[in-house]
Every structure is written in structure tokens, then in C-alpha cells.
């Protein structure tokens, strides 16, 4: 085998372990990204079987504990669309009516999201960048009030529908 011919047969097997490589790191890569969804983004565009985040505020009345002690129903809103989610497990502490909220899991095919963790916000001067965004693109209108922001849908008089303490 003249030098030419090594040359170009040590740069093939190169090239061949250099596509190996990244073909493993984009499929690992796929197969752990997690897309964050607000509830009209659910609505819109379902994500099938895939895990995804879903954010929004924990919509006011709509906290369930079933009987077992750590089944919980809620529905998480952009005041603009509302998506029923359920959870078996201990929410945090921070949890609650119109509070901030990300949810990982999966869309059931009953249209209920199954989260398999519960993200609650870490104090009432954060809101996650996803979430503020969401209720932007919702059109929802937010109004302070001290101690607190109220959202509220563009087209409604109820300052009650989805309140936070959070702020943006």
C-alpha cells in the first residue's frame, strides 16, 4: 500500500469515526430535550407521546386531592386556554392556586396531561422566563397590585381569574 493510499485510508476511518460520534450525540441529545408548552401551545399543537414541559398559572378553584392522599388534579392556564393535569406524588410546598407552575409529563389521550414532576416557583419575585412569555402571547393583561401582579384574559373584567405573587 503506497504512503498516498494510508493516508486516504486513515482519513476515511476519521471521518467515519467522527459521523459516528455525532450520530450518537444527536440521538442521545433527541431523546433527552424537553420542550416547554403553555396550554394554548398544547392546544394548537399536541406534542403525540413526547415529554414536555407544560407552564402556566395553577388555575383558582380547580386544586383537587383525591382520597389516596397523593393524587392531584389541578388545571394550568395562560388565561387564554386551560389544560386539566394530573399528579401522583408530593407537590412542593410553594404550590398553589395562582401560582406559577411547569409540569413535566405527557399528554394522555383523554386530553389530560400526566406530569411526572411538579415545579413550583422558588420565591414571589420570580416567574420562569417561559411562563411570563406564555401569558404575554395568551394576550393577557397584566395589573399590579401591592404585593402582588394579577393576570387577567384581555377580555374579561374578572381580576380573579389567575392571580401571582410573582413578578416578572
Known amino acids: 500500500m503506497t ?3 494510508r493516508r486516504l485510508y486513515m482519513l476515511g476511518l476519521a471521518l467515519l469515526g467522527l ?15 424537553v420542550f416547554f408548552y403553555s396550554p ?4 394548537v399543537q399536541p406534542p403525540g407521546d413526547r415529554s414536555v414541559r407544560l407552564g402556566g398559572l395553577v388555575e383558582d378553584g380547580s386544586v383537587q386531592k383525591q382520597a389516596d392522599g397523593l393524587t392531584i388534579t389541578f388545571r394550568v392556564t395562560d388565561t387564554a386556554n386551560t389544560v386539566p393535569v394530573t399528579y401522583k406524588g408530593i407537590v412542593p410546598d ?3 392556586e395562582g401560582q406559577g407552575v411547569v409540569a413535566e409529563g405527557r399528554m394522555g389521550g383523554d ?8 415545579l413550583a416557583r422558588h420565591d414571589e419575585n420570580y416567574m420562569p422566563p417561559e411562563v411570563h412569555d406564555a401569558l404575554q402571547r395568551a394576550g393577557a393583561v397584566k395589573t399590579e397590585v401591592p404585593g402582588r401582579s394579577i393576570y387577567t384574559p384581555a377580555d374579561s373584567d374578572d381580576k380573579v381569574h389567575a392571580t401571582t405573587t410573582l413578578k416578572p
Open 40 to 43: 394554548s401551545d398544547l392546544v
Open 94 to 96: 410553594l404550590f398553589r
Open 3 to 5: 504512503r498516498k493510499k
Open 111 to 118: 386530553g389530560v396531561f400526566v406530569a411526572r414532576e411538579v
Open 19 to 33: 459521523g459516528t460520534a455525532t450520530a450518537l450525540t444527536l440521538s442521545a441529545f433527541e431523546e433527552n430535550i
